[in-house]
């Protein structure tokens, strides 16, 4: 088992920034890909960013590139995701979540591939 815990949410106004952490613990080491999703209010569930713990390139939905920075910290077992110039658009619960044994070429955009989810934090952005 692999337990996340997902933090750093909160209330900003637009053109503000946050930053979100996620822990990793338990069997990380049965873990190879990280990503961020994010669900907005009646909306699925997308893919934001995501790595993998053993390379060394990044990934993003295309709409966000350049706003949001995904990175990691192996020593800490850590991903975190750094919002920039924040939008009411981004408004959503945003989740970390990992595979589970599949080495993937890149983080799969599917949310049905990742085995393991935090619990969430909220992200509001006033206009």
């Known amino acids: 088992q692999v337990q996340l815990v997902d933090s750093g949410g909160g209330l900003v106004q637009a053109g503000g920034s946050l930053r979100l952490s996620c822990s990793a613990s338990g069997r990380t080491f049965a873990t190879d890909t990280m990503a961020w999703f994010r669900q907005g209010s009646g909306k699925e569930r997308e893919f934001v960013a995501g790595?993998?713990?053993?390379?060394?390139?990044?990934y993003y939905a295309d709409s966000l590139k350049g706003r949001f920075t995904i990175s990691r910290d192996n020593a800490k077992s850590t991903v975190y995701l750094q919002m920039t110039s924040l939008e009411p658009e981004d408004t959503a619960v945003y989740y970390c979540?990992?595979?589970?044994?599949?080495?993937?070429?890149?983080?799969?955009?599917?949310?049905?591939?990742?085995?393991?989810w935090g619990q969430g934090t909220q992200v509001t952005v006033s206009s």
């Open positions: 790595l993998r713990w053993s390379g060394f390139s990044t």
């Open positions: 979540a990992t595979t589970r044994g599949i080495i993937y070429a890149s983080p799969p955009r599917d949310p049905n591939q990742y085995a393991y």
